[in-house]
């Protein structure tokens, strides 16, 4: 399951916050609840909020070909949104969805702005966060064209494998980058008896 830390913990340990620093982000972001099912992100909409998912499964996906591609799947413990449009008002171009009921707290980029008024060295401390997240995505893009179908569901099982009990196998598949029949012949073959 996904490691739930509280909003103040991770704004510290993302953003590099005091304490105090950690008071003022943390009184701009307000709760928010979604239904199973329900859009919380579209790319009809012109901007998108940061959210801090505190329970609950969302899935990022895009359409190509008329085929859902799914990028990404997170739980409690970790901030989301289209990072193209938050950070270069660039259009959005995925759709995240609840897979579960999910509450989370969410900050509008107007408000998320202020920061650099209200808190010393915003800039450095966001170049930090923004540069932990692009460290994250380089790591599963190599992850992605250097191991095999194989290697990689065995790497999410070892970080992720609890999702196969909260969230449907495709979206799994999809995010690995196979087919769900090529997933289930590597799961099948991965847990024979030896």
């Not at 499964?57 to 409690?76: C, F, H, L, N």
């Not at 090529?182 to 008896?193: D, E, F, M, V």
Request: negative net charge; proline residues 4%.
């Amino acid at each position: 399951m996904f490691i739930s830390m509280s909003l103040a913990i991770q704004l510290q340990q993302s953003l590099q916050l005091s304490t105090e620093e950690t008071s003022i982000a943390e009184g701009l972001f307000s709760s928010i609840q979604f239904n199973r099912g329900e859009t919380i992100i579209t790319p009809l909409q012109k901007s998108a909020p940061l959210y801090y998912i505190t329970e609950g499964y969302i899935r990022i996906y895009a359409i190509v070909d008329d085929k859902e591609v799914t990028q990404w799947i997170s739980g409690a413990g970790y901030f989301m949104t289209d990072l193209s449009n938050w950070l270069f008002d660039a259009p959005i171009k995925w759709t995240i969805e609840a897979l579960t009921p999910v509450t989370a707290l969410q900050i509008t980029s107007t408000e998320y702005k202020t920061l650099a008024k209200q808190i010393p060295n915003w800039a450095e401390k966001e170049r930090y966060f923004i540069g932990h997240c692009f460290t994250q995505m380089e790591n599963r893009i190599f992850q992605f064209i250097s191991l095999t179908a194989e290697q990689r569901y065995l790497h999410f099982m070892e970080q992720l494998g609890f999702l196969f009990n909260e969230v449907p196998h495709q979206y799994i598949a999809s995010m690995l980058g196979m087919t769900p029949e090529t997933l289930s012949r590597i799961r099948k073959k991965t847990t024979k008896p030896r």
